[in-house]
């Protein structure tokens, strides 16, 4: 089992920036590809970045390229997510996941293991 606790969550105005972070819990975490991902009220949770387990792998949704950076500490056991040029759209709940098998993915349903969720708020 593990658990996985986000925070840094907040509220920002656009054009700021803010980080997120996940502490994992319960396995041996340079095990574990993990992964962001957001859902606005109203819409379906999407994915917004992951990461290898060793970090040496990243792939980020088009909407936030070049504006998210998606990292690991492998000692510390924890997740960030470096968000910068926040967007009014960027709102949402977003949620910290770890997937226990082989390979990276975009798709929710193919990671086991879920944070609460922490909220971002950007204003306009």
């Known amino acids: 089992q593990v658990q996985l606790v986000e925070s840094g969550g907040g509220l920002v105005q656009a054009g700021g920036s803010l980080r997120l972070s996940c502490a994992a819990s319960g396995r041996t975490f340079s095990s574990l590809n993990m992964g962001w991902f957001r859902q606005a009220p109203g819409k379906e949770r999407e994915f917004v970045a992951t990461i290898s387990g060793s970090g040496l792998s990243t792939y980020y949704a088009d909407s936030v390229k070049g504006r998210f950076t998606i990292s690991r500490d492998n000692a510390k056991n924890t997740v960030y997510l470096q968000m910068n040029s926040l967007k009014p759209e960027d709102t949402a709940v977003y949620y910290c996941?770890?997937?226990?098998?082989?390979?990276?993915?975009?798709?929710?349903?193919?990671?086991?293991?879920w944070g609460q969720g922490t909220q971002v708020t950007v204003s306009s």
């Open positions: 996941a770890a997937r226990s098998y082989i390979g990276s993915s975009y798709a929710a349903h193919e990671y086991n293991y």
